[in-house]
């Protein structure tokens, strides 16, 4: 028996030397795992991976803050999960790599740093069980902060790491899948404890950040009034008013259009009025579900929901496959790869980023690093 265990409970140095400038160098030099090690390696003593992640994120928002750029605070936390997402996705592929070599060591140290990049509240820790030929690994996941178990052990299985894949795939969907099992784990947490640390720690965290929000207000509020303002400075105020505007009506029209696509293909069937069916007929997978929910988000930013639907069916159905309208081909626009959606008679009706179709077309627009760390066709 031997266990792979990632560095989850409390890392080791101290103080906390994490900076904006290391963070992007980090990256430049050795891609998410590297950022990983200079997290670990520059976190504050005591801290757990979590922790670690926070205080990168945290490091960012004070450099723009400092700035005074509130815009660039916003994306700091968005530039971190982009890395967390790589390191997920790249490190998932290497272990679906080594699962199918029957390399159970090398997959249980690939999962063990995948899970390293998500912050869902929890700590895993795996064990290679068995004999030489017939190793198997099973998981056991624990309350970050508290150490408590969480549910039962668990088997890794081939399908198992390959849903993970389908799911980190896509960002959007890999977010929503940390946010449910952070939701999960909260409430599990809750009902083993009234008050947890990881409450406390989200509370701190808030509050942190409304007292630099609101300090950074107050220096502002000063500085403009003992400062004669002028046309162009109030011309800054309010550019940024509107950008800020825009980023919350965007997030709130994407944020419909997922609940549209939830609700035309639900995973349970006992929420649906009539349960979704591919061109042949018949009901949809729980994988064909998983992307006709990513091409339908993707098609409805510009189709109307019927369009978007017959679309959809379209571009999830196998090749060959009778009544199939509709075929995705992979161009350049502006310099950047998307898939152009046209009919039969080669009449295009939308235009999507392949980034917003990688659920669909898992090989396509990936990074270098994705592409020579993938086990994807």
């Known amino acids: ?10 890392l080791n140095s101290t103080p906390n030397t994490i900076t904006p400038q290391g963070i992007v160098r ?9 950022v990983l090690t200079y997290v670990v390696n520059g ?5 757990s991976v979590g922790q670690g992640w926070d205080q990168a994120s945290d490091a960012l928002e004070r450099y723009f803050i400092s700035k005074g750029d509130i815009d660039g605070a916003m994306k700091a936390r968005e530039y971190v999960f982009q890395i967390q997402h790589e390191g997920s996705f790249t490190n998932l592929a290497d272990a679906y790599r080594s699962f199918q070599a029957n390399d159970m060591q090398g997959a249980a140290q690939y999962l063990a740093r995948a899970h390293a990049f998500v912050m869902d509240n929890s700590a895993l820790q795996f064990q290679v069980l068995g004999p030489p030929g017939q190793q198997q690994i099973w998981f056991q996941r624990f309350n970050e902060d508290t150490h408590a178990p969480i549910g039962s052990p668990q088997m ?16 959007q969907t890999m977010l929503s899948m940390v946010n449910q099992e952070r939701t999960t784990n909260n409430t599990i947490e809750h009902d083993r404890a009234t008050e947890t640390e990881a409450t406390q720690r989200i509370d701190m965290e808030r509050q942190h950040y409304q007292e630099q929000a609101a300090n950074y207000a107050a220096r502002t509020a000063a500085q403009q009034a003992n400062a004669e303002a002028t046309r162009q400075q109030r011309a800054d105020i309010a550019q940024r008013n509107f950008d800020v505007s825009q980023a919350a009506n965007t997030q709130a029209a994407r ?15 006992t929420t649906a009025i009539t349960p979704p069916v591919g061109l042949d007929g018949q009901p949809l997978t729980p994988q064909q579900r ?6 339908y988000i993707a098609l409805r930013q510009s189709l109307d929901p019927n369009a978007a639907q017959e679309v959809t069916k379209s571009l999830i159905a196998p090749e060959g496959t009778a009544g199939k309208r509709y075929a995705a081909t992979p161009i350049q626009m502006n310099n950047k790869p998307y898939y152009a959606i046209h009919d039969q008679q080669g009449n295009s009706v939308a235009y999507i980023p392949q980034a917003d179709l990688r659920t669909l077309f898992p090989n396509t627009n990936m990074t ?10």
Do not use: W
């Open 255 to 269: 944020a419909a259009i997922t609940k549209e696509a939830i609700a035309a293909y639900p995973m349970d069937d």
């Open 368 to 377: 270098p690093r994705e592409k020579a760390r993938s086990n994807l066709p």
């Open 43 to 47: 976190a504050r003593g005591g801290s």
């Open 26 to 34: 980090a990256n430049a030099q050795g891609g998410a795992n590297g």
């Open 290 to 295: 998983v992307m006709a929910q990513s091409a």
């Open 1 to 10: 028996m031997s266990s792979a265990n990632p560095p989850i409970t409390r």
């Open 156 to 171: 890794v299985t081939d399908a198992g790491i390959r849903s993970l894949l389908m799911q980190t795939a896509n960002p």
